[in-house]
Nanobody, 113 residues
């Protein structure tokens, strides 16, 4: 059974950092196209970052240079390093796997002073 589980969300002050994790089970994460998405309060879910099996990455312009997507194949886990966080980054962050169209449950990131 394909399953994704996010963790690492927290309350952080503007300018702070977090590292989110997306642990996969039931499939090999390194073989699949993986993405991160954010759903801000009262808004639609938005795509943020993509990590291809070969390691290529792409970012939405608003996070370019601040967020970094990566993967640890031994742990079957994908990460999202969030730096220079801003209040508009607040939301539930979810990871997604393309082949089986599987979503995790999400992890809450709140940026506030």
């Amino acid at each position: 059974q394909v399953h994704l589980a996010e963790s690492g969300g927290d309350l952080v002050q503007p300018g702070g950092s977090l590292r989110l994790s997306c642990a996969g089970s039931g499939f090999s994460l390194s073989d699949e196209i993986m993405t991160w998405h954010r759903q801000a309060p009262g808004k639609a879910r938005e795509w943020g970052e993509t990590l291809w099996p070969g390691g290529a990455t792409i970012y939405t312009p608003s996070v370019q240079g601040r967020f970094t997507i990566s993967r640890d194949d031994a742990k079957n886990t994908m990460y999202l390093q969030l730096n220079s966080l801003q209040p508009e980054d607040t939301g539930v962050y979810l990871c997604h796997e393309a082949r089986y169209s599987t979503w995790g449950q999400g992890t809450q990131v709140t940026v506030s002073s």
